[in-house]
Nanobody, 127 residues
Framework: QLQLVESGGGLEAPGGSLRLSCTAS????????IGWFRQAPGKEREGVAC????????HYADSVKGRFTISRDNDKNTVYLQMNSLKPEDTAIYYC????????????????????WGQGTQVTVSS
């Protein structure tokens, strides 16, 4: 059974940092492109950051460029999202998703067409 589990969410003050992890079980992440998405109440889901299987290609939403970094450790079967300089508008449920790369990393990030999804982890940025 293919599963993705997110962790690392929580409550953080504005300007702070959090690191989210997405760990896979039942399959090897090496061959999959991974995306981090978020959805805030009343808003559409947004592709935050995405990465190819090799890690050689990444894409970031304009809203997080320069603040968030996606990376992967294939030996640990885990993908990370380092979030710095957090803002209240970053508050959302964050999901990771996986699929084989069938188009560009950017297109997959924008369109959100991934086959496997985790359950999400809540990130709240508030003072």
């Amino acid at each position: 059974q293919l599963q993705l589990v997110e962790s690392g969410g929580g409550l953080e003050a504005p300007g702070g940092s959090l690191r989210l992890s997405c760990t896979a079980s039942g399959f090897t992440l090496n061959y999959y492109a991974i995306g981090w998405f978020r959805q805030a109440p009343g808003k559409e889901r947004e592709g935050v950051a995405c990465i190819s299987g090799s890690g050689g290609a990444t894409h970031y939403a304009d809203s997080v460029k320069g603040r968030f970094t996606i990376s992967r450790d294939n030996d640990k079967n885990t993908v990370y999202l380092q979030m710095n300089s957090l803002k209240p508008e970053d508050t959302a449920i964050y999901y990771c998703a996986a699929d084989h790369l069938f188009t560009t990393v950017q297109a997959m990030c924008v369109e959100g067409k991934y086959s496997y999804w985790g359950q999400g982890t809540q990130v709240t940025v508030s003072s």
